[in-house]
């Protein structure tokens, strides 16, 4: 093994062990007493942001092999960022209705998926700047909804990442 593959292990790891929760959540779409469309929809696209970004990790992993130790923890921000985030949406165990819980962590569940994402526009960061426009109305539609919870503003965010899928994939395979 190289430093790089060192490097890359504690970062796929945390990615892993939030994907893993995510995952785990999963039992929600099999039990239809526990069904709550936002947090379903919700469920899969934090589970596709995290494999997105997991795959995308790989792109800059050549950069790792100069890397100092204090840029190493910046490098570890997004994945720390994105496990919080998992743990405010995933313990929804605790609770006997997937709704109360959920309505309840909105908050938290949104201002740290705004946080992650604008963590990609960051320098340190290389994360696909050609799709900066549908990050940049993900991260406000994810801050006016932590705090104005209308289902607008939600199914807009979810239309805003569609459309970054549609360009994403443009971007990888076009």
């Not at 892993?16 to 039992?27: E, H």
């Not at 934090?46 to 950069?63: L, M, R």
């Not at 962590?105 to 290389?126: D, E, G, N």
Request: hydrophobic fraction near 55%; aromatic fraction near 22%.
């Amino acid at each position: 093994m190289d430093i790089v593959e060192y490097l890359l292990f504690i970062p796929l790891l945390i990615y892993g062990i939030s994907l893993s929760d995510l995952l785990g959540q999963w039992k929600h779409f099999m039990d239809s007493t526990s069904w709550h469309t936002p947090y379903l929809i919700t469920l899969i696209m934090v589970t596709e942001i995290g494999v997105h970004n997991v795959f995308v990790f790989f792109k800059f992993s050549p950069e790792l092999s100069t890397i100092t130790y204090f840029a190493y923890w910046l490098y570890l921000f997004p994945p720390l960022v994105f496990l919080l985030m998992v743990n405010c949406l995933t313990h929804v165990d605790d609770y006997s209705n997937t709704e109360t819980f959920f309505t309840s962590r909105i908050r938290p569940i949104f201002l740290l998926l705004a946080a992650f994402i604008s963590m990609h526009f960051m320098s340190f960061v290389h994360f696909d700047h050609q799709i900066w426009l549908p990050r940049l109305l993900a991260i406000i539609l994810c801050t006016i909804y932590a705090f104005w919870q209308k289902n607008i503003i939600f199914y807009s965010l979810v239309s805003v990442w569609l459309f970054s899928i549609v360009m994403r994939f443009y971007i990888i395979y076009v």
